[in-house]
């Protein structure tokens, strides 16, 4: 999905909000969520999720591009350790 972003955007009566961190905490809790991976563009601190006791790791690409072997290979570590 797209985001987070550091605050919190748009309306809802808009048709577009955008979240922040804190937004997914309970959510990503209840589905057994322990870990968030960031691909591409930093628009919140990685320690809005790890203070929450999440892991936090950065695999970044370019959007709309295909990543890297290397890029997968770092994605696919990270998910076979959580």
Same mark, same amino acid.
């Given at each position: 999905?797209?985001?987070?972003?550091a605050?919190?955007?748009? *309306?809802?009566?808009?048709?577009?909000?955008?979240l @922040?961190?804190? =937004?997914? +905490?309970?959510?990503?809790?209840k589905?057994?969520?322990?870990?968030?991976?960031?691909?591409?563009?930093?628009?919140?601190? *990685?320690?809005d999720?790890t203070?929450?006791?999440? @892991?936090h790791? =950065?695999? +970044?690409?370019?959007?709309?591009?295909?990543?890297?072997?290397?890029?997968l290979?770092?994605?696919?570590?990270?998910?076979?350790r959580?």
């Amino acid at each position: 999905f797209k985001g987070p972003r550091a605050h919190r955007t748009g *309306s809802a009566s808009g048709g577009v909000v955008i979240l @922040e961190p804190s =937004d997914y +905490f309970d959510i990503f809790r209840k589905i057994g969520v322990t870990c968030v991976v960031r691909l591409n563009d930093r628009q919140y601190d *990685s320690e809005d999720f790890t203070n929450a006791g999440f @892991e936090h790791h =950065d695999c +970044f690409f370019d959007d709309c591009t295909t990543p890297s072997a290397a890029v997968l290979e770092h994605f696919f570590s990270i998910c076979s350790r959580t």
